[in-house]
């Protein structure tokens, strides 16, 4: 069982920047892949970037290609998530999660973290 904890939320304004950071309380595997996915009212869960553990390959969903950058501490066992330009649009739960393989696809993801609150404010 690996454990998620989220943080760096927060209110910001548009065209400001904000980090998302995951602490997994366990070494992810050699075949892992862990991901930041995001939620706002009344929609469902989608995908905004994955990251494999091991070889550092990245996946963004079209809406956030060039604004945002997924990173990790291995070391660490940290998953970062840096946004640029944000947009009120952005505004959702965002939730870290891990996966078995390489993936953006949500229904591969085992466990997930509770989520932090980022809301942009225009």
């Known amino acids: 069982q690996v454990q998620l904890l989220e943080s760096g939320g927060g209110l910001v304004q548009v065209g400001t920047s904000l980090t998302l950071s995951c602490i997994a309380s366990a070494r992810p595997s050699r075949s892992t892949g862990m991901g930041w996915f995001r939620q706002a009212p009344g929609k469902e869960r989608e995908a905004v970037a994955a990251i494999s553990w091991i070889g550092g390959s990245t996946r963004y969903a079209d809406s956030v290609k060039g604004r945002f950058t997924i990173s990790r501490d291995v070391a660490k066992n940290t998953l970062n998530l840096q946004m640029n330009s944000l947009k009120p649009e952005d505004t959702a739960m965002y939730y870290c999660?891990?996966?078995?393989?390489?993936?953006?696809?949500?229904?591969?993801?085992?466990?997930w973290g509770q989520g932090t609150q980022v809301t942009v404010s225009s």
């Open positions: 999660a891990v996966s078995d393989t390489f993936s953006i696809v949500k229904s591969t993801y085992t466990y």
